[in-house]
């Protein structure tokens, strides 16, 4: 087992959205296929463990905009740990055993990195700290280097770690400063993007619950980070602090498992319950053309959360028929659809809640 810490954990506010980087993560390692678990403020941030390697991540954000420097990312902490030795700490106790792949270490912040010589690296998103080459003569007198400029950065770096770890020897091959391009002070608003667009990605469907499957993953990381007690063994490590392949295949599974169906049921409804020819190709129409632009609009998805769960808070208030709780629903919610829907749209999407909200009672 790593060391752990929990100071994370304790201060867990300060941290909740630097922790959803770990979101669009699972994300990115699920689409390889590989056998993973990433655990959420344990020894570091972020872990992941997969069957050959072990990537950690340390993750700070700052709302001055400026870009952070080489000496916040080493400079101790009271406990005498620096950000990028915390990490390196937990490589250098994996790669000691040579029994898998080198590890992969990394910081990750919402703004770039700038070097000893006042060059910041915006332009390069995953920065190898091993390549880091200066181009002039650092400010201040001791972190220059004698005969060999353009390596005073990366030397900086190679002696702070040897005195905080004890070691003489740094590799820094595989270690990244990550400039994030997630806002890592408000993630909502891009995670639910990116979480529509890997849903779409990885099942090629209409997703209907987008909104509720965000909100449970950012919950059960929420919850894994909150966990404050050590573990004992790898399984209860596992159990309390990280996420599974096989633990997020059947959260995928529960929550993308939809049918067409209550699209069948809405234009049974029309049928039904409305009247004349011509009101009744309309309200297809409608029905035809929002279930294709649903499909990626983030607006209606988020209209589609709302207008299920309004229909679950009044349930008890729809004694009339179809047509009655379509007309009530709509009433409700007809001025905030964006203002190109016609009105007949509005009503087909309506008429698709109330066929889905009935299929959802059916699972």
Not at 103 to 108: E, F, L, N, P
Not at 318 to 335: C, H, K, L, Q
Request: charged share 30%; net charge negative.
């Amino acid at each position: 087992m790593l060391p752990y810490d929990l100071s994370g954990s304790r201060s867990k506010n300060r941290f909740r959205n630097e922790l959803l980087w770990g979101l669009e993560k699972l994300y990115e390692i699920y689409n390889t296929e590989e056998d993973f678990c990433i655990i959420f403020d344990y020894a570091c941030d972020i872990e992941i463990h997969l069957a050959k390697r072990f990537e950690f991540y340390q993750i700070k954000t700052t709302n001055k905009g400026q870009a952070y420097t080489i000496g916040k990312i080493l400079n101790p902490d009271k406990q005498g740990n620096s950000i990028l030795g915390k990490v390196y700490m937990l490589k250098n106790i994996i790669d000691g055993k040579q029994e898998f792949e080198s590890t992969k270490i990394a910081i990750v912040v919402n703004v770039p990195l700038k070097t000893l010589d006042d060059t910041v690296h915006s332009s390069i998103k995953e920065l190898n700290l091993n390549s880091i080459r200066d181009t002039k003569e650092a400010k201040r007198k001791c972190d220059r280097v004698k005969g060999n400029l353009e390596i005073q950065s990366k030397s900086k770096i190679i002696e702070n770690l040897k005195a905080e770890i004890k070691t003489d020897k740094i590799d820094l091959t595989n270690a990244y400063y990550i400039n994030s391009s997630l806002d890592l002070i408000k993630p909502d608003d891009t995670l639910l993007g990116i979480t529509l667009k890997f849903i779409h990605s990885v099942t090629g469907k209409e997703y209907c619950k987008i909104l509720t499957f965000y909100r449970l993953l950012k919950d059960l990381i929420d919850n894994k980070a909150c966990y404050e007690l050590q573990c004992n063994s790898y399984d209860e490590l596992k159990k309390n602090k990280g996420i599974t392949k096989s633990e997020f295949d059947m959260i995928l599974h529960k929550y993308t498992s939809i049918t067409d169906n209550y699209i069948k049921e809405a234009k049974t409804i029309v049928e039904q319950s409305y009247s004349g020819f011509l009101e009744k190709i309309k309200l297809i129409k409608g029905i035809s053309f929002i279930t294709t632009v649903m499909k990626e609009n983030l607006v209606l998805i988020t209209l589609k959360e709302k207008i299920i769960e309004y229909i679950d808070n009044n349930i008890e208030e729809y004694t009339g028929n179809d047509r009655e709780t379509i007309d009530s629903i709509f009433e409700e919610f007809d001025e905030k659809f964006p203002l190109e829907y016609s009105e007949h749209e509005r009503i087909a999407f309506v008429i698709l809640m109330v066929a889905k909200y009935k299929e959802d009672q059916n699972e």
